[in-house]
């Protein structure tokens, strides 16, 4: 395996589903992020983690829940989620250095539909 | 104002022409730009970045930047039908160096 994966790349869920997105990187990138893509809206920005720490949580509902156990894996919990949450997650990696010049690696996306 | 701006298109343009994307910011205090291209149901992919006025150049593409007039573009010269697809300019934030993406702007090459 190479680059960022994504599992699942397809999710329908109730409302009242539990469920879990799941993100790998195989770069040794130190840090690694969740956004959330809608139809005809910019890329938004959900949680980053840096050398496993959270540093960015954009005021994201808290039936969103981010884990990061290490620096490779990070992962999405959803629960009582809404219809307007169907979106494309998308999770991406980068090596963050001091210049602040992320170069964003991404995944292939988790389709989210929320009936 | 949105913090990355971009004309959501589509931009339609013949087979062989130049494609001109443009991008503004709001951020004085910017200093990373980037251009990423996504195919429809796929994920972006970084084309270009570009971190000092001017233009750089890659292959088909040219990336120009004037910071003061905060606005970035992307050059495809010689466009082929298998450029077409939406490109998102992002920016990084002066304070927190977050990067800030536009809604991307379609671009459709007609053979």
């Known amino acids: 395996e190479t680059g960022v994966t994504q599992t699942p790349r397809h999710l329908v869920m109730g409302m009242t589903n539990k469920k879990s997105l799941k993100c790998e990187q195989h770069l040794g990138h130190n840090a690694m992020y969740w956004y959330k893509q809608s139809a005809k809206k910019p890329l938004e920005l959900m949680f980053v983690y840096n050398f496993k720490e959270q540093t960015e949580n954009n005021s994201v509902p808290s039936r969103f829940s981010p884990e990061c156990p290490n620096s490779s894996h990070l992962f999405l919990h959803l629960h009582t989620l809404q219809p307007e949450d169907s979106a494309l997650y998308l999770c991406?990696?980068?090596?963050?250095?001091?210049?602040?010049?992320?170069?964003?690696?991404f995944g292939a996306g988790s389709r989210l539909t929320v009936l | 104002q949105k913090e990355v701006e971009q004309n959501s298109g589509p931009l339609s343009v013949p087979e062989g022409a130049i494609a001109s994307l443009n991008c503004t910011y709001s951020?004085?205090?910017?200093?990373?730009f980037f251009w990423y291209r996504q195919y429809s149901g796929k994920s972006p992919e970084l084309i270009m970045s570009?971190?000092?006025?001017g233009d750089k150049e890659d292959g088909r593409f040219t990336a120009q930047l004037n910071k003061a007039s905060q606005y970035v573009s992307l050059l495809i010269r010689d466009s082929q039908p298998s450029d077409s697809a939406t490109y998102l300019c992002?920016?990084?934030?002066?304070?927190?160096?977050?990067?800030?993406f536009g809604q991307g702007t379609t671009l459709q090459v007609k053979p």
């Open positions: 991406a990696s980068s090596q963050h250095d001091r210049s602040g010049a992320n170069v964003l690696t």
């Open positions: 992002a920016v990084t934030s002066g304070n927190t160096g977050k990067l800030i």
């Open positions: 570009i971190y000092s006025n």
């Open positions: 951020d004085r205090g910017s200093q990373s």
